[in-house]
């Protein structure tokens, strides 16, 4: 299958590993990805806390050469995910649609069908067929999936998994025959943007999830959103830093745990980007 | 439930939330289901219920200086969870927009304004966000030089910041979008 896909800012700086990640598996389960030319920034959090014109037409000037290739859009990062969903939600009210049309030269309908690519590789790959590319066994992993906010809310504009206890990591994990914990943390925010505004912020909301990680037995969480990412990880050497706990919890892109069960070598999926170093897990899979 | 403000300026406070966000505030009964599930409300000194009753109330514009106005993640858990469909997010991008236009973001919690515009600058810049870039920018202008500083060696050592600007993004359409939305 061919779908457009949108890397977003981040797969081109501290993300890389999700993209390379997503490219690896796409690759590997002979889903075609080909990046919309000039594609551009969707704004993020600061774009939608400036303006709301400003912040739809930055999401909508990438969805409308999209809807020039006739694909639907596909995309790893959650937080650009959001943002395209909610672009296509709001463009439903004719005068925003007008100002933004306006403001990217050209009118666009909020039409292409925005997905995420665990939705793709579950439901349009399918569980079978991942199973039957699987080459290395999760056996014995236990896993902490971690939605975070932006993947499942606003639960009317994503429709995408129960925005409360979301299952759609949980059933790949399982699938590819590792344990997926029943933890309560899977969409408590790790405080996403404010990573270098409110550190403070940042540092204690991710210590309490990577804390509950392990309390309940982790040896990795998964993700799927660079924020949630970068933080969860990076900030785990702030928490030992300020007198906290030494958690030393590897924090892993979904993609990148199924390239490993897919065989895919640590170097394609950017592995050892990670500032957790995730030797164990990679070791324990590479060796099943 | 109709709120008579006493105080003309203090309708306008509430007025403009409503007309930016679209939402009715007035369906709010304060079940405060929405703090609950607030990340970031049991740190700060005030919570989405209480913006929204202190709304209610007449509040002016020293309701603009709460913490929690740019303490607020965006992530949304209150929108999800509101019985009457309250968008609690909409409501905190409303309130910082109109902070912003009010020039009270440098006051209280001027460093989430002051990141944004170093963010919005380089995708204005380069049709995509530029990390470096942003992070010099915003660095600068907080006067937080030092934060985070240990990590970088070990960053770049890691590719996970790019050197060099993007490349690649219809700049032309980005530069005309922050054009015409500033003309308003």
């Known amino acids: 299958m061919k779908l457009a896909y949108f890397p977003g800012c981040s797969a081109e700086s501290t993300a890389r590993d999700m993209h390379m990640s997503s490219l690896a598996v796409a690759q590997a389960l002979g889903i075609e990805l080909i990046e919309p030319e000039g594609w551009s920034c969707c704004g993020a959090t600061a774009g939608h806390q400036t303006d709301r014109v400003l912040a739809t037409a930055l999401s909508a000037a990438s969805l409308a050469k999209v809807a020039d290739m006739g694909l639907d859009m596909v995309l790893n990062c959650a937080a650009c995910f959001g943002r395209m969903k909610t672009a296509n939600h709001d463009l439903q009210d004719m005068g925003l649609r007008k100002q933004v049309a306006d403001a990217i030269g050209r009118d666009y309908d909020g039409s292409v069908i925005v997905r995420h690519l665990i939705d793709v590789l579950l439901h349009d790959i399918g569980l079978d067929r991942i199973k039957a590319a699987t080459k290395k066994s999760l056996s014995g992993l236990k896993v902490a999936s971690y939605y975070g906010c932006l993947l499942v809310r606003p639960a009317d504009v994503m429709q995408f998994d129960d925005p409360e206890n979301p299952t759609c990591m949980d059933t790949l994990v399982e699938a590819l025959g590792g344990e997926a914990l029943d933890w309560p943390h899977k969409v408590e925010c790790c405080g996403g943007g404010l990573s270098l505004t409110r550190t403070d912020l940042v540092v204690s909301l991710s210590d309490k999830i990577v804390t509950m990680a392990s309390e309940a037995g982790a040896d990795c969480i998964v993700v799927a959103c660079p924020m949630c990412q970068v933080n969860l990880d990076m900030r785990q050497i702030d928490i030992k830093k300020q007198g906290g706990q030494d958690h030393n919890l590897p924090i892993l892109y979904i993609t990148q745990l199924l390239g490993l069960a897919l065989g895919i070598g640590p170097d394609q999926l950017g592995l050892s980007k990670l500032m957790i170093a995730p030797d164990p897990v990679v070791n324990r899979v590479t060796s099943a | ?184």
């Open chain 2, 1 to 184: 439930m109709l709120i008579i403000s006493k105080d003309k300026e203090t309708q306008a406070l509430i007025d403009r939330v409503q007309e930016i966000s679209g939402v009715d505030l007035s369906a709010c009964y304060q079940c405060k289901k929405c703090t609950s599930g607030c990340p970031v409300s049991q740190v700060v000194q005030s919570s989405p219920a209480e913006i929204i009753r202190q709304l209610h109330l007449q509040a002016g514009d020293e309701l603009l200086d709460s913490e929690i106005i740019w303490a607020c993640a965006s992530c949304e858990t209150c929108t999800t969870r509101c019985p009457m469909g309250i968008d609690g997010a909409a409501v905190m991008d409303a309130l910082r927009q109109i902070s912003m236009q009010k020039n009270r973001a440098g006051q209280a919690q001027g460093k989430v304004a002051l990141f944004n515009k170093a963010f919005l600058k380089t995708v204005e810049l380069f049709g995509r966000s530029y990390e470096i870039g942003m992070i010099a920018a915003y660095k600068l202008g907080s006067g937080k030089l030092m934060s985070d500083t240990d990590k970088f060696p070990t960053m770049l050592k890691k590719g996970k910041l790019a050197i060099l600007p993007p490349r690649g993004a219809d700049k032309a359409t980005v530069k005309r979008i922050f054009k015409k939305t500033k003309q308003k």
